[in-house]
């Protein structure tokens, strides 16, 4: 069974950082790529950032190039997400999922983390 489990969000001010944890389970981590994608209410689901498995490439959403960076550990089946420079338009709950090789949709998600940014 596949579980993902994502940690570390809170509350910050706008500026600060936090560092986002994606503890897997049930599938081979390093066969997949990860995503984080984040929604806020009323909003829908976006990408935020990708690792992929083979070459570790990263992918940013323009809203947080610059700020955020992705990382895994094939060791320890985690990904990791560290936001700097947060904003109040960061503020929503954020998902990692890996991507379905076979199709690139993905299918398995956490329950997620809540961010959220103060002003």
């Known amino acids: 069974e596949v579980q993902l489990a994502e940690s570390g969000g809170g509350l910050v001010q706008a500026g600060g950082s936090l560092r986002l944890s994606c503890a897997t389970s049930?599938?081979?981590?390093?066969?997949?790529?990860i995503g984080w994608f984040r929604q806020a209410p009323g909003k829908e689901r976006e990408g935020v950032s990708c690792i992929r498995n083979n070459d570790g490439n990263t992918y940013y959403a323009d809203s947080v190039k610059g700020r955020f960076t992705i990382s895994r550990d094939n060791a320890k089946n985690t990904v990791y997400l560290q936001m700097n420079s947060l904003k109040p338009e960061d503020t929503a709950v954020y998902y990692c999922?890996?991507?379905?090789?076979?199709?690139?949709?993905?299918?398995?998600w956490g329950q997620g983390t809540q961010v959220t940014v103060s002003s």
């Open positions: 999922a890996p991507r379905s090789g076979a199709t690139g949709s993905y299918d398995y």
């Open positions: 049930g599938f081979t981590f390093d066969e997949y790529a």
